[in-house]
């Protein structure tokens, strides 16, 4: 009787489940990869400010400094918070609702100290509230 080897039988093959696995693996890691490199799109221009006519003659100009400290006319607003503002150009405007107002703020002036300002205008009730900027400084024409 001849006893038979089982292993001359089997024929050689790929294992096909590691390989998928490592497959998955890279796919994941280079969608995960390229979605870091993905940049905003999103372009600012910001306002160039154009020579106007003067103010009127009477205004009420606010003034915030780079510490975010309100000036209200001649006045510094000794708090920061919206009502300290609002008593100070209440104070400052009497009842004339009308009455154009200047916000001039330093640029290095936190956003947040703006914002409280203009709000503080607007829950009085003012709409003719300008913003002083710096005029467009023109770039200096290359020398030939």
Same mark, same amino acid.
């Given at each position: 009787?001849?006893?038979?080897?089982?292993?001359? #039988?089997? *024929?050689?093959?790929? @294992?096909?489940?590691? !390989?998928? @696995?490592?497959?998955?693996?890279?796919?994941?890691?280079?969608?995960?990869?390229? &979605?870091?490199?993905?940049?905003?799109?999103? /372009? !600012?221009? !910001?306002?160039?400010?154009?020579? /106007?006519?003067?103010?009127?003659?009477? &205004?009420? %100009?606010?003034?915030? %400094?780079?510490?975010?400290? #309100?000036?209200? $006319? *001649?006045?510094?607003?000794?708090?920061? @918070?919206?009502?300290?503002?609002?008593?100070?150009?209440?104070?400052?405007?009497? @009842?004339?609702?009308?009455?154009?107002?200047?916000?001039?703020?330093?640029?290095?002036?936190?956003? /947040?100290?703006?914002?409280?300002?203009?709000? +503080?205008? +607007?829950?009085? $009730?003012?709409?003719?509230?300008?913003?002083?900027?710096?005029?467009?400084?023109?770039?200096?024409?290359?020398?030939?």
């Amino acid at each position: 009787m001849r006893i038979r080897d089982q292993r001359a #039988y089997d *024929e050689p093959g790929i @294992d096909l489940v590691p !390989l998928i @696995d490592v497959i998955l693996v890279l796919i994941i890691f280079f969608v995960i990869t390229t &979605t870091f490199d993905v940049r905003s799109t999103l /372009q !600012l221009q !910001l306002p160039v400010a154009s020579p /106007q006519a003067p103010p009127p003659a009477r &205004t009420l %100009n606010i003034i915030v %400094n780079a510490d975010g400290r #309100y000036f209200v $006319g *001649e006045r510094e607003v000794l708090r920061t @918070d919206i009502e300290a503002v609002k008593q100070a150009i209440v104070e400052a405007a009497g @009842d004339d609702r009308e009455l154009p107002v200047m916000l001039r703020a330093d640029a290095r002036t936190p956003y /947040q100290a703006v914002v409280t300002a203009q709000d +503080a205008l +607007a829950q009085l $009730g003012f709409r003719r509230i300008a913003i002083a900027t710096a005029p467009d400084t023109p770039a200096p024409e290359p020398q030939s």
